[in-house]
Protein backbone atom coordinates (compact mmCIF):
# COMPACT_ATOMS: atom_id res chain seq x y z
CA UNK A 1 0.00 0.00 0.00
CA UNK A 2 3.02 2.35 0.59
CA UNK A 3 5.01 4.19 -1.89
CA UNK A 4 8.36 2.59 -3.37
CA UNK A 5 10.49 4.90 -1.45
CA UNK A 6 9.05 3.91 1.61
CA UNK A 7 9.60 0.26 1.04
CA UNK A 8 13.17 0.78 -0.12
CA UNK A 9 14.06 2.74 3.01
CA UNK A 10 12.45 0.09 5.08
CA UNK A 11 14.70 -2.56 3.49
CA UNK A 12 17.70 -0.44 5.15
CA UNK A 13 15.83 -0.92 8.28
CA UNK A 14 15.19 -4.60 7.96
CA UNK A 15 18.39 -5.54 7.71
CA UNK A 16 19.50 -3.62 10.93
CA UNK A 17 16.56 -5.64 12.01
CA UNK A 18 18.20 -8.31 11.17
CA UNK A 19 21.16 -8.39 13.01
CA UNK A 20 19.16 -7.48 16.11
CA UNK A 21 16.74 -10.61 15.64
CA UNK A 22 19.54 -12.82 15.38
CA UNK A 23 20.77 -12.24 18.74
CA UNK A 24 17.75 -11.95 20.29
CA UNK A 25 15.73 -15.07 18.55
CA UNK A 26 17.42 -18.92 19.03
CA UNK A 27 17.39 -20.44 15.37
CA UNK A 28 16.30 -24.36 15.61
CA UNK A 29 18.16 -26.00 12.98
CA UNK A 30 15.21 -28.47 12.61
CA UNK A 31 12.34 -27.53 10.76
CA UNK A 32 9.08 -28.72 12.08
CA UNK A 33 6.55 -28.59 8.87
CA UNK A 34 3.76 -26.41 9.43
CA UNK A 35 0.10 -28.00 8.92
CA UNK A 36 -1.48 -26.08 6.56
CA UNK A 37 -5.53 -26.48 6.40
CA UNK A 38 -5.72 -25.78 2.74
CA UNK A 39 -4.77 -28.44 -0.69
CA UNK A 40 -3.36 -25.54 -2.21
CA UNK A 41 0.09 -24.35 -3.15
CA UNK A 42 2.50 -25.64 -0.19
CA UNK A 43 5.83 -25.68 -0.22
CA UNK A 44 6.29 -28.96 2.44
CA UNK A 45 9.42 -30.59 2.92
CA UNK A 46 8.69 -32.94 0.54
CA UNK A 47 8.29 -30.56 -2.28
CA UNK A 48 11.55 -28.45 -1.19
CA UNK A 49 13.04 -31.94 -1.95
CA UNK A 50 11.24 -32.33 -5.22
CA UNK A 51 12.97 -28.85 -6.10
CA UNK A 52 16.17 -29.61 -5.37
CA UNK A 53 16.95 -27.12 -2.27
CA UNK A 54 19.22 -28.81 0.29
CA UNK A 55 18.64 -27.09 3.46
CA UNK A 56 15.74 -26.34 5.67
CA UNK A 57 15.29 -22.59 5.57
CA UNK A 58 11.61 -21.63 4.46
CA UNK A 59 11.01 -21.57 1.06
CA UNK A 60 9.31 -18.21 -0.15
CA UNK A 61 6.40 -19.37 -2.69
CA UNK A 62 4.74 -15.77 -4.54
CA UNK A 63 1.76 -18.17 -5.06
CA UNK A 64 1.17 -18.70 -1.12
CA UNK A 65 1.93 -16.20 1.08
CA UNK A 66 0.54 -17.71 4.95
CA UNK A 67 -2.31 -20.21 5.39
CA UNK A 68 -5.55 -19.26 6.28
CA UNK A 69 -4.83 -20.57 9.88
CA UNK A 70 -1.80 -18.40 9.90
CA UNK A 71 -3.93 -15.55 9.01
CA UNK A 72 -6.55 -15.93 11.67
CA UNK A 73 -4.16 -17.85 14.56
CA UNK A 74 -4.01 -16.17 18.35
CA UNK A 75 -1.47 -19.18 19.22
CA UNK A 76 1.75 -16.70 19.50
CA UNK A 77 -0.10 -13.14 20.65
CA UNK A 78 -3.59 -14.93 22.93
CA UNK A 79 -3.64 -11.32 24.59
CA UNK A 80 -2.85 -7.57 24.75
CA UNK A 81 -0.01 -8.16 27.41
CA UNK A 82 1.58 -10.68 24.83
CA UNK A 83 1.71 -8.22 22.48
CA UNK A 84 3.22 -5.96 24.98
CA UNK A 85 6.02 -8.51 26.28
CA UNK A 86 7.43 -8.52 22.48
CA UNK A 87 7.12 -4.62 21.94
CA UNK A 88 9.25 -4.64 25.38
CA UNK A 89 11.38 -7.12 24.14
CA UNK A 90 12.77 -5.32 20.93
CA UNK A 91 12.55 -2.11 22.45
CA UNK A 92 9.80 -1.19 19.89
CA UNK A 93 9.24 3.15 19.58
CA UNK A 94 5.32 1.18 19.91
CA UNK A 95 6.06 -0.03 23.41
CA UNK A 96 5.19 3.20 25.31
CA UNK A 97 3.13 4.57 22.90
CA UNK A 98 -0.84 5.45 24.12
CA UNK A 99 -3.64 6.82 22.38
CA UNK A 100 -6.19 8.58 24.88
CA UNK A 101 -4.19 6.69 27.62
CA UNK A 102 -4.84 3.22 25.72
CA UNK A 103 -1.16 1.41 25.20
CA UNK A 104 -0.48 0.10 21.61
CA UNK A 105 -0.66 -3.28 22.05
CA UNK A 106 -4.22 -2.90 23.69
CA UNK A 107 -5.16 -0.92 20.03
CA UNK A 108 -3.36 -3.53 18.14
CA UNK A 109 -5.09 -6.82 19.70
CA UNK A 110 -8.35 -5.32 19.89
CA UNK A 111 -8.70 -4.65 16.65
CA UNK A 112 -7.03 -7.88 15.41
CA UNK A 113 -9.75 -9.16 17.20
CA UNK A 114 -12.71 -7.05 15.89
CA UNK A 115 -13.29 -5.59 18.74
CA UNK A 116 -12.68 -1.93 17.61
CA UNK A 117 -12.51 -2.49 13.76
CA UNK A 118 -16.04 -3.82 13.33
CA UNK A 119 -17.56 -2.05 10.48
CA UNK A 120 -20.39 -2.62 7.68
CA UNK A 121 -20.84 -6.00 8.56
CA UNK A 122 -17.17 -7.34 8.73
CA UNK A 123 -16.01 -8.37 11.92
CA UNK A 124 -12.04 -8.83 11.95
CA UNK A 125 -10.67 -12.22 13.08
CA UNK A 126 -7.27 -11.80 12.30
CA UNK A 127 -3.67 -12.75 13.45
CA UNK A 128 -1.73 -9.97 15.68
CA UNK A 129 1.44 -11.20 14.61
CA UNK A 130 0.10 -10.67 10.87
CA UNK A 131 -0.87 -7.31 12.13
CA UNK A 132 2.71 -6.45 13.61
CA UNK A 133 4.19 -7.75 10.18
CA UNK A 134 2.17 -5.16 8.82
CA UNK A 135 3.59 -2.54 10.92
CA UNK A 136 7.26 -3.43 10.47
CA UNK A 137 7.19 -4.30 6.69
CA UNK A 138 4.92 -0.75 6.15
CA UNK A 139 7.05 1.72 8.96
CA UNK A 140 9.41 -0.31 10.47
CA UNK A 141 7.56 0.68 13.81
CA UNK A 142 9.27 -2.91 15.27
CA UNK A 143 13.04 -2.00 14.53
CA UNK A 144 13.21 1.59 14.91
CA UNK A 145 14.89 3.27 17.45
CA UNK A 146 14.66 6.97 19.05
CA UNK A 147 11.73 7.53 16.45
CA UNK A 148 9.25 10.19 18.42
CA UNK A 149 6.04 9.00 18.54
CA UNK A 150 4.41 12.11 19.88
CA UNK A 151 6.00 14.48 17.06
CA UNK A 152 5.65 11.59 14.55
CA UNK A 153 8.30 13.85 11.98
CA UNK A 154 8.11 11.09 9.26
CA UNK A 155 4.13 10.29 9.82
CA UNK A 156 5.04 6.49 10.58
CA UNK A 157 2.46 6.78 13.43
CA UNK A 158 -0.11 8.58 11.15
CA UNK A 159 0.19 6.02 8.32
CA UNK A 160 0.87 2.91 10.51
CA UNK A 161 -0.51 0.34 7.90
CA UNK A 162 -0.19 2.10 4.84
CA UNK A 163 -3.84 2.25 4.68
CA UNK A 164 -4.64 5.11 1.99
CA UNK A 165 -1.36 5.18 1.01
CA UNK A 166 -1.72 3.98 -2.47
CA UNK A 167 1.61 3.57 -4.99
CA UNK A 168 0.43 6.20 -7.46
CA UNK A 169 -0.69 9.01 -5.27
CA UNK A 170 -0.18 10.46 -1.59
CA UNK A 171 -1.57 9.00 1.28
CA UNK A 172 -5.46 10.08 2.11
CA UNK A 173 -5.44 12.16 5.69
CA UNK A 174 -8.93 10.46 6.22
CA UNK A 175 -7.18 7.49 7.13
CA UNK A 176 -4.47 9.49 9.14
CA UNK A 177 -4.23 7.84 12.95
CA UNK A 178 -2.54 5.15 14.77
CA UNK A 179 -5.93 3.25 15.71
CA UNK A 180 -7.72 4.40 12.61
CA UNK A 181 -4.87 2.87 10.81
CA UNK A 182 -6.02 -0.63 12.85
CA UNK A 183 -9.28 0.21 12.35
CA UNK A 184 -9.33 0.57 8.57
CA UNK A 185 -6.01 -1.96 7.58
CA UNK A 186 -7.77 -4.40 10.20
CA UNK A 187 -11.46 -4.15 8.23
CA UNK A 188 -9.78 -4.28 4.76
CA UNK A 189 -7.98 -7.15 5.22
CA UNK A 190 -11.01 -9.40 6.76
CA UNK A 191 -13.26 -7.56 3.84
CA UNK A 192 -10.45 -8.88 1.21
CA UNK A 193 -10.54 -12.47 2.89
CA UNK A 194 -14.19 -12.33 3.06
CA UNK A 195 -14.52 -11.99 -0.61
CA UNK A 196 -11.65 -14.20 -1.89
CA UNK A 197 -14.39 -16.79 -2.79
CA UNK A 198 -16.55 -14.33 -4.69
CA UNK A 199 -16.23 -14.66 -8.34
CA UNK A 200 -17.05 -10.90 -8.51
CA UNK A 201 -14.26 -9.98 -7.12
CA UNK A 202 -10.93 -8.73 -8.15
CA UNK A 203 -8.72 -11.01 -6.38
CA UNK A 204 -10.11 -14.53 -6.51
CA UNK A 205 -8.85 -18.34 -5.08
CA UNK A 206 -7.34 -20.28 -8.03
CA UNK A 207 -6.70 -17.47 -10.46
CA UNK A 208 -3.93 -15.36 -11.58
CA UNK A 209 -3.21 -11.68 -10.99
CA UNK A 210 -0.44 -9.41 -12.39
CA UNK A 211 1.51 -7.61 -9.17
CA UNK A 212 2.64 -3.58 -9.74
CA UNK A 213 6.36 -5.12 -10.12
CA UNK A 214 5.63 -7.47 -13.16
CA UNK A 215 4.96 -11.17 -11.30
CA UNK A 216 2.45 -13.37 -12.32
CA UNK A 217 0.64 -14.49 -8.69
CA UNK A 218 -1.65 -17.73 -8.65
CA UNK A 219 -3.86 -16.63 -5.40
CA UNK A 220 -3.65 -19.89 -4.06
CA UNK A 221 -5.91 -19.14 -0.80
CA UNK A 222 -7.98 -16.67 0.84
CA UNK A 223 -4.92 -15.26 2.88
CA UNK A 224 -2.81 -14.91 -0.15
CA UNK A 225 -5.86 -12.97 -1.96
CA UNK A 226 -6.43 -11.12 0.99
CA UNK A 227 -2.60 -9.59 1.33
CA UNK A 228 -2.11 -9.33 -2.65
CA UNK A 229 -5.04 -7.25 -3.02
CA UNK A 230 -4.06 -5.09 0.34
CA UNK A 231 -0.32 -4.53 -0.50
CA UNK A 232 -0.05 -5.39 -4.89
CA UNK A 233 3.32 -6.33 -5.27
CA UNK A 234 5.53 -9.14 -4.56
CA UNK A 235 9.21 -7.57 -3.54
CA UNK A 236 9.54 -5.88 -1.18
CA UNK A 237 5.42 -5.93 0.09
CA UNK A 238 4.46 -9.68 0.18
CA UNK A 239 7.61 -11.03 0.50
CA UNK A 240 9.30 -8.98 3.80
CA UNK A 241 5.33 -9.84 5.51
CA UNK A 242 6.08 -13.24 4.75
CA UNK A 243 9.59 -12.97 6.16
CA UNK A 244 8.75 -11.60 9.39
CA UNK A 245 6.27 -14.18 10.31
CA UNK A 246 8.36 -17.15 9.28
CA UNK A 247 11.03 -15.63 11.65
CA UNK A 248 9.51 -14.99 14.22
CA UNK A 249 7.54 -17.95 14.54
CA UNK A 250 3.94 -15.86 14.67
CA UNK A 251 1.90 -18.68 12.23
CA UNK A 252 0.75 -22.18 12.50
CA UNK A 253 3.98 -23.20 13.52
CA UNK A 254 6.77 -21.75 16.00
CA UNK A 255 9.93 -22.07 14.93
CA UNK A 256 12.31 -19.23 14.67
CA UNK A 257 14.59 -18.33 11.92
CA UNK A 258 17.30 -15.90 11.11
CA UNK A 259 15.86 -12.79 8.79
CA UNK A 260 19.49 -12.90 7.47
CA UNK A 261 19.95 -16.41 6.82
CA UNK A 262 16.22 -16.52 5.22
CA UNK A 263 17.54 -13.12 2.68
CA UNK A 264 20.15 -15.00 1.68
CA UNK A 265 18.41 -18.69 0.63
CA UNK A 266 15.40 -17.11 -1.02
CA UNK A 267 17.02 -13.09 -2.00
CA UNK A 268 18.62 -14.31 -5.43
CA UNK A 269 15.35 -15.60 -6.53
CA UNK A 270 13.71 -12.29 -6.84
CA UNK A 271 15.18 -11.88 -10.17
CA UNK A 272 13.05 -14.57 -12.15
CA UNK A 273 9.13 -13.82 -12.47
CA UNK A 274 8.40 -17.10 -11.78
CA UNK A 275 9.96 -16.28 -8.60
CA UNK A 276 12.19 -19.88 -7.92
CA UNK A 277 12.17 -21.25 -11.32
CA UNK A 278 15.84 -20.90 -11.14
CA UNK A 279 16.11 -24.35 -9.08
CA UNK A 280 16.09 -27.41 -11.62
CA UNK A 281 13.73 -30.29 -10.61
CA UNK A 282 15.06 -33.59 -11.12
CA UNK A 283 12.43 -36.00 -13.25
CA UNK A 284 14.04 -38.73 -10.44
CA UNK A 285 12.23 -36.20 -7.64
CA UNK A 286 9.06 -36.36 -9.68
CA UNK A 287 7.65 -39.77 -9.96
CA UNK A 288 5.05 -39.67 -7.56
CA UNK A 289 3.66 -36.58 -9.61
CA UNK A 290 4.48 -37.64 -12.74
CA UNK A 291 2.00 -40.75 -11.76
CA UNK A 292 -0.65 -39.35 -9.83
CA UNK A 293 -3.71 -39.43 -11.66
CA UNK A 294 -5.09 -35.56 -12.04
CA UNK A 295 -8.27 -34.35 -13.53
CA UNK A 296 -8.97 -31.66 -15.33
CA UNK A 297 -9.63 -28.73 -13.47
CA UNK A 298 -7.72 -29.87 -10.50
CA UNK A 299 -5.38 -27.20 -8.86
CA UNK A 300 -2.95 -26.91 -6.40
CA UNK A 301 0.93 -26.80 -5.47
CA UNK A 302 1.51 -30.33 -7.00
CA UNK A 303 0.50 -29.25 -10.47
CA UNK A 304 2.69 -25.57 -9.78
CA UNK A 305 5.40 -28.02 -9.46
CA UNK A 306 4.41 -30.33 -12.38
CA UNK A 307 4.06 -27.06 -15.20
CA UNK A 308 7.46 -26.06 -13.72
CA UNK A 309 9.26 -29.24 -14.29
CA UNK A 310 7.73 -29.72 -17.90
CA UNK A 311 8.77 -26.00 -18.61
CA UNK A 312 12.16 -27.00 -17.78
CA UNK A 313 11.79 -29.94 -20.17
CA UNK A 314 10.19 -27.71 -22.55
CA UNK A 315 6.61 -29.23 -22.91
CA UNK A 316 4.57 -27.13 -21.41
CA UNK A 317 5.07 -23.67 -23.30
CA UNK A 318 2.02 -21.99 -21.49
CA UNK A 319 2.84 -18.32 -20.83
CA UNK A 320 1.99 -18.74 -17.14
CA UNK A 321 2.70 -21.59 -14.43
CA UNK A 322 -1.25 -21.61 -13.40
CA UNK A 323 -1.12 -24.41 -10.85
CA UNK A 324 -4.51 -25.41 -12.51
CA UNK A 325 -4.41 -28.99 -14.34
CA UNK A 326 -5.65 -28.33 -18.17
CA UNK A 327 -6.15 -29.59 -21.63
CA UNK A 328 -2.27 -27.69 -22.17
CA UNK A 329 -1.17 -29.47 -18.93
CA UNK A 330 -2.78 -32.87 -19.81
CA UNK A 331 -0.88 -32.75 -23.57
CA UNK A 332 2.04 -32.05 -22.32
CA UNK A 333 2.37 -34.47 -19.28
CA UNK A 334 1.29 -37.31 -22.26
CA UNK A 335 3.92 -36.11 -24.08
CA UNK A 336 6.49 -36.35 -22.01
CA UNK A 337 5.67 -39.34 -20.89
CA UNK A 338 5.25 -40.58 -24.27
CA UNK A 339 9.02 -39.63 -25.45
CA UNK A 340 10.53 -40.75 -22.54
CA UNK A 341 9.00 -43.80 -22.00
CA UNK A 342 7.80 -43.10 -17.81
CA UNK A 343 6.12 -46.50 -16.74
CA UNK A 344 2.38 -45.45 -15.59
CA UNK A 345 2.74 -47.15 -12.20
CA UNK A 346 -0.83 -46.47 -11.52
CA UNK A 347 -2.90 -48.90 -9.90
CA UNK A 348 -5.50 -50.43 -12.65
CA UNK A 349 -7.76 -51.96 -9.89
CA UNK A 350 -8.50 -48.71 -8.36
CA UNK A 351 -10.66 -48.16 -12.13
CA UNK A 352 -12.13 -51.64 -12.01
CA UNK A 353 -13.71 -51.38 -8.44
CA UNK A 354 -15.31 -48.19 -9.75
CA UNK A 355 -16.79 -49.56 -12.99
CA UNK A 356 -18.06 -52.11 -11.14
CA UNK A 357 -19.79 -49.68 -8.54
CA UNK A 358 -23.73 -48.97 -8.68
CA UNK A 359 -24.21 -45.60 -9.56
CA UNK A 360 -26.95 -43.13 -9.08
CA UNK A 361 -28.04 -40.57 -11.45
CA UNK A 362 -27.31 -37.06 -10.28
CA UNK A 363 -24.93 -38.53 -7.64
CA UNK A 364 -21.94 -35.79 -7.35
CA UNK A 365 -18.19 -36.48 -5.70
CA UNK A 366 -14.73 -37.03 -6.08
CA UNK A 367 -15.16 -40.63 -7.02
CA UNK A 368 -17.62 -39.62 -9.79
CA UNK A 369 -14.53 -37.52 -10.97
CA UNK A 370 -12.32 -40.50 -10.54
CA UNK A 371 -14.28 -42.70 -12.70
CA UNK A 372 -14.64 -39.98 -15.12
CA UNK A 373 -10.89 -40.02 -15.47
CA UNK A 374 -10.89 -44.08 -15.83
CA UNK A 375 -13.63 -43.80 -18.14
CA UNK A 376 -11.46 -40.96 -20.10
CA UNK A 377 -8.30 -43.22 -20.39
CA UNK A 378 -10.40 -46.02 -21.59
CA UNK A 379 -11.80 -43.92 -24.56
CA UNK A 380 -14.92 -43.07 -23.84
CA UNK A 381 -15.58 -40.56 -22.06
CA UNK A 382 -14.41 -37.34 -23.97
CA UNK A 383 -16.37 -34.66 -22.01
CA UNK A 384 -13.72 -31.78 -21.87
CA UNK A 385 -13.94 -31.42 -18.16
CA UNK A 386 -14.39 -34.19 -15.40
CA UNK A 387 -17.21 -32.51 -13.75
CA UNK A 388 -17.94 -35.42 -11.05
CA UNK A 389 -21.45 -35.35 -11.64
CA UNK A 390 -23.04 -38.80 -12.52
CA UNK A 391 -25.55 -37.82 -15.73
CA UNK A 392 -26.47 -39.57 -18.61
CA UNK A 393 -23.24 -39.35 -20.22
CA UNK A 394 -21.20 -40.71 -17.86
CA UNK A 395 -23.70 -43.61 -17.63
CA UNK A 396 -23.30 -44.17 -21.68
CA UNK A 397 -19.66 -44.27 -20.85
CA UNK A 398 -20.06 -46.70 -18.36
CA UNK A 399 -21.70 -48.88 -20.16
CA UNK A 400 -19.47 -48.92 -22.89
CA UNK A 401 -16.58 -49.76 -21.00
CA UNK A 402 -17.95 -52.32 -19.18
CA UNK A 403 -19.45 -54.25 -22.48
CA UNK A 404 -15.86 -53.51 -23.88
CA UNK A 405 -14.53 -55.78 -21.09
CA UNK A 406 -17.06 -58.18 -21.31
CA UNK A 407 -18.48 -57.23 -18.00
CA UNK A 408 -22.30 -57.60 -16.90
CA UNK A 409 -23.66 -54.24 -16.76
CA UNK A 410 -24.96 -53.67 -13.71
CA UNK A 411 -27.85 -51.90 -12.93
CA UNK A 412 -27.81 -48.26 -12.41
CA UNK A 413 -31.10 -46.25 -10.63
CA UNK A 414 -33.59 -44.69 -13.07
CA UNK A 415 -32.98 -41.01 -13.61
CA UNK A 416 -34.66 -38.48 -11.37
CA UNK A 417 -38.19 -36.48 -12.53
CA UNK A 418 -37.95 -34.24 -14.92
CA UNK A 419 -37.47 -30.82 -13.89
CA UNK A 420 -39.91 -27.85 -13.95
CA UNK A 421 -40.62 -26.11 -17.30
CA UNK A 422 -39.28 -23.03 -17.71
CA UNK A 423 -43.03 -21.13 -17.78
CA UNK A 424 -42.76 -22.96 -14.26
CA UNK A 425 -39.51 -21.20 -13.16
CA UNK A 426 -40.77 -18.09 -14.15
CA UNK A 427 -43.74 -17.87 -11.60
CA UNK A 428 -42.30 -19.23 -8.49
CA UNK A 429 -41.25 -16.93 -6.07
CA UNK A 430 -37.71 -16.39 -4.75
CA UNK A 431 -36.04 -15.26 -2.02
CA UNK A 432 -33.16 -12.82 -2.20
CA UNK A 433 -29.50 -14.70 -0.69
CA UNK A 434 -30.80 -17.71 -2.07
CA UNK A 435 -28.63 -20.58 -3.31
CA UNK A 436 -30.12 -23.97 -4.68
CA UNK A 437 -30.06 -26.21 -7.61
CA UNK A 438 -33.67 -24.55 -8.91
CA UNK A 439 -31.49 -21.36 -8.93
CA UNK A 440 -29.24 -23.07 -11.22
CA UNK A 441 -32.54 -24.23 -13.70
CA UNK A 442 -34.02 -20.69 -13.59
CA UNK A 443 -30.48 -19.16 -14.73
CA UNK A 444 -30.53 -21.31 -17.12
CA UNK A 445 -34.05 -20.25 -18.51
CA UNK A 446 -32.78 -16.59 -18.27
CA UNK A 447 -29.93 -17.72 -20.47
CA UNK A 448 -31.88 -19.06 -23.32
CA UNK A 449 -33.48 -16.01 -23.38
CA UNK A 450 -30.47 -14.00 -23.41
CA UNK A 451 -31.19 -12.12 -20.26
CA UNK A 452 -28.22 -13.68 -17.84
CA UNK A 453 -24.51 -14.39 -19.71
CA UNK A 454 -22.84 -14.36 -16.45
CA UNK A 455 -20.04 -17.17 -17.27
CA UNK A 456 -21.66 -19.71 -15.02
CA UNK A 457 -25.00 -20.34 -13.83
CA UNK A 458 -24.20 -20.38 -9.85
CA UNK A 459 -26.98 -21.59 -8.19
CA UNK A 460 -27.50 -17.87 -6.16
CA UNK A 461 -30.07 -15.43 -6.63
CA UNK A 462 -28.03 -12.02 -6.18
CA UNK A 463 -28.26 -8.44 -7.80
CA UNK A 464 -27.89 -9.55 -11.47
CA UNK A 465 -30.66 -12.75 -11.66
CA UNK A 466 -32.98 -10.36 -9.79
CA UNK A 467 -32.51 -7.41 -12.64
CA UNK A 468 -32.60 -10.20 -15.05
CA UNK A 469 -36.03 -12.09 -14.06
CA UNK A 470 -37.57 -8.90 -13.50
CA UNK A 471 -36.82 -8.27 -17.25
CA UNK A 472 -38.33 -11.65 -18.12
CA UNK A 473 -41.35 -11.36 -16.25
CA UNK A 474 -42.29 -7.68 -17.06
CA UNK A 475 -41.19 -7.95 -21.11
CA UNK A 476 -44.19 -7.97 -23.30
CA UNK A 477 -42.30 -9.54 -26.38
CA UNK A 478 -42.20 -12.96 -26.56
CA UNK A 479 -38.34 -15.30 -26.40
CA UNK A 480 -37.42 -15.22 -30.33
CA UNK A 481 -38.19 -11.06 -30.03
CA UNK A 482 -35.73 -10.47 -27.28
CA UNK A 483 -32.74 -12.59 -28.89
CA UNK A 484 -33.62 -10.58 -32.04
CA UNK A 485 -33.76 -7.42 -30.80
CA UNK A 486 -31.33 -7.45 -28.08
CA UNK A 487 -27.94 -5.92 -29.70
CA UNK A 488 -29.88 -3.67 -32.02
CA UNK A 489 -32.08 -1.79 -28.76
CA UNK A 490 -28.78 -1.69 -26.33
CA UNK A 491 -26.59 0.09 -29.21
CA UNK A 492 -28.95 3.42 -28.33
CA UNK A 493 -28.79 3.15 -24.88
CA UNK A 494 -26.80 5.32 -22.40
CA UNK A 495 -24.23 3.86 -19.92
CA UNK A 496 -22.43 5.04 -17.17
CA UNK A 497 -18.73 5.25 -16.51
CA UNK A 498 -18.27 2.53 -13.64
CA UNK A 499 -21.84 1.11 -14.38
CA UNK A 500 -21.76 -2.44 -13.43
CA UNK A 501 -25.08 -4.60 -14.55
CA UNK A 502 -25.93 -7.70 -16.59
CA UNK A 503 -26.97 -5.35 -19.41
CA UNK A 504 -23.67 -4.19 -19.16
CA UNK A 505 -22.75 -8.13 -20.06
CA UNK A 506 -25.44 -8.15 -22.88
CA UNK A 507 -23.73 -4.80 -24.12
CA UNK A 508 -19.95 -6.26 -24.19
CA UNK A 509 -20.95 -9.28 -25.66
CA UNK A 510 -22.95 -7.86 -28.35
CA UNK A 511 -19.66 -5.83 -29.37
CA UNK A 512 -17.74 -9.27 -28.93
CA UNK A 513 -19.68 -10.69 -31.64
CA UNK A 514 -19.39 -7.38 -33.82
CA UNK A 515 -15.38 -7.83 -33.48
CA UNK A 516 -14.93 -4.32 -31.14
CA UNK A 517 -14.35 -5.46 -27.92
CA UNK A 518 -11.55 -7.47 -27.78
CA UNK A 519 -10.89 -7.96 -23.90
CA UNK A 520 -11.09 -11.16 -23.07
CA UNK A 521 -13.67 -11.49 -20.10
CA UNK A 522 -17.59 -10.71 -20.12
CA UNK A 523 -17.02 -8.51 -16.51
CA UNK A 524 -20.42 -6.68 -16.41
CA UNK A 525 -18.09 -3.27 -15.66
CA UNK A 526 -18.27 -0.50 -18.20
CA UNK A 527 -14.70 0.88 -17.66
CA UNK A 528 -12.19 2.49 -19.99
CA UNK A 529 -12.33 -0.60 -22.09
CA UNK A 530 -15.68 -1.07 -22.63
CA UNK A 531 -16.14 2.99 -23.35
CA UNK A 532 -13.50 2.38 -26.22
CA UNK A 533 -15.13 -0.61 -27.78
CA UNK A 534 -19.01 1.42 -27.61
CA UNK A 535 -17.97 4.41 -29.38
CA UNK A 536 -16.31 2.49 -32.39
CA UNK A 537 -19.36 0.41 -32.21
CA UNK A 538 -21.49 3.51 -32.32
CA UNK A 539 -18.91 4.95 -34.68
CA UNK A 540 -17.75 7.76 -33.16
CA UNK A 541 -14.42 8.91 -32.26
CA UNK A 542 -11.88 7.00 -29.43
CA UNK A 543 -12.35 8.95 -25.84
CA UNK A 544 -9.20 9.57 -25.04
CA UNK A 545 -7.92 8.24 -21.37
CA UNK A 546 -6.13 10.18 -18.75
CA UNK A 547 -2.66 9.09 -18.30
CA UNK A 548 -2.55 8.57 -14.63
CA UNK A 549 -5.58 6.66 -15.23
CA UNK A 550 -3.60 4.32 -17.59
CA UNK A 551 -1.37 4.40 -15.33
CA UNK A 552 -3.80 2.63 -12.62
CA UNK A 553 -5.31 0.35 -15.26
CA UNK A 554 -5.38 -3.09 -14.81
CA UNK A 555 -3.91 -4.88 -18.18
CA UNK A 556 -4.06 -8.22 -19.61
CA UNK A 557 -1.04 -9.84 -21.76
CA UNK A 558 -1.74 -9.46 -25.58
CA UNK A 559 -4.36 -7.03 -24.59
CA UNK A 560 -4.90 -4.61 -28.31
CA UNK A 561 -6.59 -1.51 -29.19
CA UNK A 562 -6.64 2.07 -29.06
CA UNK A 563 -6.56 2.16 -25.44
CA UNK A 564 -2.95 0.34 -25.48
CA UNK A 565 -1.91 2.81 -27.91
CA UNK A 566 -3.14 5.56 -25.63
CA UNK A 567 -0.80 4.01 -22.57
CA UNK A 568 2.11 3.21 -25.06
CA UNK A 569 1.63 7.49 -26.10
CA UNK A 570 1.83 8.50 -22.32
CA UNK A 571 5.02 6.22 -21.65
CA UNK A 572 6.40 7.65 -24.50
CA UNK A 573 5.86 11.17 -22.87
CA UNK A 574 7.22 9.68 -19.80
CA UNK A 575 10.69 8.60 -21.62
CA UNK A 576 9.67 4.29 -20.66
CA UNK A 577 8.40 3.09 -23.97
CA UNK A 578 11.04 3.65 -26.48
CA UNK A 579 9.78 1.39 -29.05
CA UNK A 580 9.64 2.85 -32.99
CA UNK A 581 6.26 3.23 -32.67
CA UNK A 582 2.92 2.91 -30.84
CA UNK A 583 1.42 -0.33 -31.78
CA UNK A 584 -1.55 -0.64 -29.66
CA UNK A 585 -0.64 -4.23 -28.46
CA UNK A 586 0.56 -4.85 -25.16
CA UNK A 587 3.48 -7.19 -25.34
CA UNK A 588 6.69 -7.91 -23.47
CA UNK A 589 8.41 -4.47 -24.12
CA UNK A 590 4.74 -2.73 -23.25
CA UNK A 591 4.65 -4.72 -19.93
CA UNK A 592 8.06 -3.45 -18.80
CA UNK A 593 7.79 -0.41 -20.02
CA UNK A 594 4.98 0.01 -17.40
CA UNK A 595 6.53 -1.66 -14.75
CA UNK A 596 9.46 1.08 -15.14
CA UNK A 597 6.63 3.53 -15.23
CA UNK A 598 4.73 2.77 -12.27
CA UNK A 599 8.11 3.22 -10.39
CA UNK A 600 9.59 -0.65 -9.92
CA UNK A 601 12.75 -2.23 -11.17
Known sequence: MNNKKNLLRLSVALIVFNLFLGGAFFVNQSFNQSRYDEQSVILDQANKEVLGINTNIPQFSINYIMSNTTFSSSRAFPNADSIQNYLNKVSSPLANYEVSGKKASSLIFEASRGVSSSQFGVTPNINPGVILAYLEKEQGLLSLRGYDTKVDPENRIKTAMGYGCPDTSKCNNEYFGFANQLKWGTYQLQYNYNNATNSNFSHVVNKTINTLDGYNVFLSNEATAANYRYTPHVYWGNYNLWKILTANGWGADSTNWSQEDIDRVNIKKIDTNEGFDTDRIKPEDMTNILNKNFSIGDSGGEIILLQRFLRQQQYFTYSEITGTFGNITKNALENYKKEKGVANTENNNSCKNLYAKNWTIGQVSDEVKALQECLRKDGTFDYPISTGYFGP??????????????????????????????????????????????????????????????????GYFGPLTQEALNKWKTTSVNNSSLIDQGCDQIKTEPFTYGEKSERVRTLQKCMKDAGVFNWPYITGYFGSVTQESYSKWKGKAVPQIDCEELKKAEWIFAEEGDRVKQLQSCMRQAGTFKFSSDTGYFGEVTKQALIKWRGYF
Open 393 to 458: VTRASLEKTRSKNDQLILAIEPPKPATPTCDDIKAKSWQYGERSDEVKSLQQCLRQVKLFSYPENT
